[in-house]
């Protein structure tokens, strides 16, 4: 298969350094649910479970020949090496089956959330000419078989979609297979799928991950993390995300031969059964999910000391990571990580207070981590400045947007993350803050200028800000900021708005204020700053009353 346009690979010097370190290893992704030649010999039983579900068990050598039979009957529907695909599953197995066929035919999975609706699928469709879209037939409030047909009549070049369940009036996943087939093998250099980046803009971008780059952060991940086919790796969140996904993650799981546990939820009621059922020793989770995990532990009889814990996507408090090991008995390491390739973490022996404190060093030597200041020049050491990443996992450019390409990416290929860093005395990486203008809920990336082109929809709504507010529980939530004509619209008016408009729930707004003008920078901008802290001082009046 030929690169995908609009990809841009590593220059050919740092591809051949990569290899020659034996970071690229010319894997491909579909290989996973096969033996692979560095695994033990007890690990080569196709017999042996590799994912666990609360509705049941299933062995590589099962769900290899599932994933054979899909490739199969998606190559006879017409799917074909470098199509897109838009799947959006939550945590099953129907997920980790699909991934691996689509890997097998070379087609291009693009993995939705499972909050995602209309409008961003619709996006998502449209960005790459998917040929195809995976989705449920019904998750709680939401038939997104309706969803589906909104999406099919907004995009032409959609022709199929697949349903897990009641498939209403479209395929049945279930039945899209037909006897395995050879298949051209993709070329390890070439796009293997599509994550979404959190943005700082708009709507995200596409983050292309090659057979080669994902494969070795499979790898260095489940090395760092003493991760092997003895093991087992619970995913309580969303799978699509690239820490459930590939840090080691569920695919890391079952690249080494270990055991893929499928959460529905991060509910302690949940996962503390599967936990000590499975003898669960790694996972990953937001710091509002550890917060109600070390709060409510008291509650379960679990053994969890031989659990390691995953924790990024939001701030962290250092008193809550202090809290783990004597609530949990659990090890944590404490991670900064971002789809487009840059992970940064502590390990289980670096001790707890390096855990608490910082995020650690990066995943291989290769990494290469700059802080820099406003003009582009190395801050003085210890000193905080903006991060920039390069290295064999980190992309060189998102997916078929050259323009934004220039400037977010410097001219030697450096990634300019947005956020605020240091180095400790220890050389470990301490994020400060960011200089994005996104809101990180739980978690979830809330871009506020889409949200706020949604609310000027509003025929009375004039002028819109989206800004963050803190709390204990997500990190941040999301205040609307308007201008509005009288009657101003309520909250509930605009979320409502905003959900027939297609946006996913975690994108509504929290809280809502109305002002008479938005305050402005020197240089006419809205000042989103002195914004967030008269809603931060706002909160603040109110709680003393």
């Not at 996962?271 to 109600?292: D, G, I, K, N, Y």
Request: hydrophobic share 45%; net charge negative.
């Amino acid at each position: 298969m030929a690169v995908r346009e609009g990809f841009t690979p590593w220059p050919a010097e740092f591809a051949a350094r990569y290899r020659e370190a034996g970071y690229w290893r010319g894997e491909v992704l579909g290989d996973l649910l096969r033996p692979w030649a560095d695994w033990a010999d007890e690990a080569r039983d196709p017999g042996r479970t590799a994912v666990v579900t609360r509705q049941g068990r299933h062995t590589y050598g099962e769900l290899d020949a599932r994933a054979d039979e899909l490739a199969a009957g998606l190559f006879e529907l017409g799917v074909r090496p470098g199509d897109g695909v838009v799947v959006q599953l939550p945590n099953t197995v129907e997920f980790l089956v699909t991934c691996v066929a689509l890997f097998r035919l070379g087609a291009l999975p693009v993995l939705a959330l499972p909050a995602h609706r209309r409008a961003e699928l619709t996006y998502l469709t449209q960005y790459v000419g998917a040929v195809a879209l995976v989705t449920s037939d019904r998750t709680p409030g939401v038939d997104h078989r309706t969803v589906a047909q909104e999406v099919r009549d907004a995009c032409p070049t959609l022709k199929h979609v697949l349903v897990v369940g009641d498939p209403g009036p479209f395929l049945a996943w279930s039945q899209v297979r037909a006897p395995a087939r050879e298949l051209p093998r993709p070329d390890p250099q070439d796009v293997a799928f599509f994550l979404l980046s959190g943005g700082t803009t708009g709507l995200p971008k596409l983050i292309p991950r090659t057979h080669d780059d994902y494969a070795f952060q499979l790898r260095a991940t489940a090395e760092a993390m003493s991760f092997d086919h003895r093991h087992a790796y619970l995913a309580a969140v969303p799978v699509a995300h690239n820490a459930a996904l590939g840090c080691p993650g569920v695919l890391g799981a079952l690249r080494v031969g270990g055991r893929a546990v499928l959460a529905a939820s991060p509910s302690p009621d949940e996962v503390f059964p599967l936990m000590t059922q499975e003898r669960v020793t790694l996972t990953t989770v937001m710091p509002a999910v550890l917060s109600l995990w070390v709060e409510t532990a008291d509650m379960f009889d679990v053994d969890l000391s031989d659990l390691v814990i995953e924790v990024g996507g939001a701030v962290l408090q250092p008193d809550l990571a202090r809290a783990v090991r004597p609530a949990l008995g659990a090890t944590l390491t404490h991670w900064f990580g971002m789809a487009e390739g840059m992970l940064c973490f502590t390990r289980p022996g670096d001790g707890d207070e390096a855990a608490a404190t910082t995020q650690g060093t990066p995943m291989c030597a290769d990494d290469e981590l700059l802080i820099v200041d406003e003009t582009g020049e190395p801050v003085a050491p210890g000193e905080v400045g903006e991060l920039l990443a390069r290295g064999p996992c980190v992309l060189r450019g998102y997916y078929a947007v050259p323009e934004h390409n220039r400037t977010v990416f410097t001219p030697d290929g450096f990634l300019r993350t947005g956020d605020l860093a240091r180095f400790d005395a220890e050389g470990r990486l301490v994020i400060s803050g960011r200089i994005k203008d996104v809101i990180n809920r739980g978690g979830e990336k809330v871009m506020a200028d889409e949200v706020e082109g949604h609310l000027l929809a509003h025929e009375r709504v004039r002028a819109a800000a989206v800004v963050p507010f803190p709390d204990r529980r997500l990190g941040e939530k999301t205040c609307a900021v308007i201008v509005a004509e009288d009657p101003a619209p309520s909250l509930v008016e605009l979320r409502k708005l905003l959900r027939d408009r297609g946006l996913a729930d975690y994108k509504l707004p929290d809280r809502l204020e109305v002002v008479e003008a938005l305050p402005l920078t020197n240089v006419g901008k809205v000042d989103k700053r002195a914004l967030a802290a008269a809603v931060l001082g706002d909160l603040t009046t109110a709680a003393s009353r």
